[in-house]
């Protein structure tokens, strides 16, 4: 346990060290006060702020994520030649690259809207919380990539394109099917598809705090009638946490078998 605080402690260190992240950290500060500025109403600032927190956040995670890890490789090769567990240095590199960009989340969107008083505090949480979860999704994912294409371009192609069709395509795709397949009863099957998509999910859980979930189109609108907000909510803790978990377990093995 020790060694895997010191090899987090020495990730987290050396990451916010970045002048990249104290750029992010500003950009999400300025963003997040010119929406506040601009908006006096609290359901419009949440609203503007998914777009930053469940699809620019997700963007930077992934690619972040698989950049700093292939750049890593001598790090990692140095390390496992101590006697250090990979799963030590596996486990400390994950959290050492999800926690700061908890902490800029947090402090590039949380202190202006606490600052703001526009915002009810138990929804500020709700919506950390879960672009929190989501960031974390999409760095399992980096671990999971990085550790299962071996040239640089390639994996960070791949990452592009899988957070392209999770953010964009899929949606188009769901819309697709409804139009098509109108005349059917095909509300359950938008309902399952709906939550394999943790984007959605993050969406879907915050707009159930206005009780506006049609805001969405037909994954919103089906979510809202199939299910209750408690009951949405633990199936969307129980989708993210699957989604987290994983990624990152089969990145483990991967790396595990990894020969360096």
């Not at 929406?35 to 609203?47: E, G």
């Not at 672009?131 to 791949?158: D, H, K, P, Q, Y």
């Not at 899929?170 to 005349?183: E, M, N, T, V």
Request: include cysteine.
């Amino acid at each position: 346990m020790e060694i895997l605080y010191k090899i987090t402690k020495f990730q987290i260190q050396n990451i916010i060290r970045s002048n990249w992240i104290t750029i992010y950290t500003f950009g999400l500060i300025l963003a997040t006060s010119l929406i506040i500025y601009f908006t006096n109403d609290s359901s419009k600032i949440i609203v503007s702020l998914m777009t930053i927190l469940f699809i620019l956040n997700p963007l930077i995670g992934i690619l972040f994520g698989c950049i700093y890890l292939y750049n890593s490789r001598e790090f990692i090769e140095l390390v496992l030649t101590q006697p250090i567990k990979r799963s030590t240095l596996y486990f400390g590199l994950f959290l050492g690259l999800v926690i700061p960009f908890i902490l800029v989340t947090i402090v590039g969107v949380g202190f202006p809207l606490a600052f703001s008083n526009l915002v009810e505090p138990d929804l500020i949480g709700n919506l950390l919380s879960t672009s929190i979860f989501v960031l974390s999704i999409f760095v399992s994912i980096a671990f999971l990539i990085t550790n299962r294409v071996t040239e640089r371009a390639a994996g960070l192609g791949l990452a592009f394109v899988l957070w392209l069709f999770l953010c964009w395509v899929y949606d188009g795709i769901l819309l697709f099917i409804s139009y098509a397949f109108q005349d059917y009863p095909i509300e359950r099957t938008i309902l399952a598809l709906t939550i394999i998509n943790p984007i959605d999910l993050a969406r879907i859980n915050i707009l159930l705090r206005f009780e506006t979930a049609a805001m969405l189109g037909i994954t919103g609108a089906v979510f809202q009638d199939f299910v209750s907000a408690t009951t949405g909510k633990i199936i969307t803790f129980s989708v993210h946490i699957v989604w987290i978990v994983l990624p990152l377990l089969i990145g483990y093995l991967l790396f595990k078998r990894k020969d360096f």
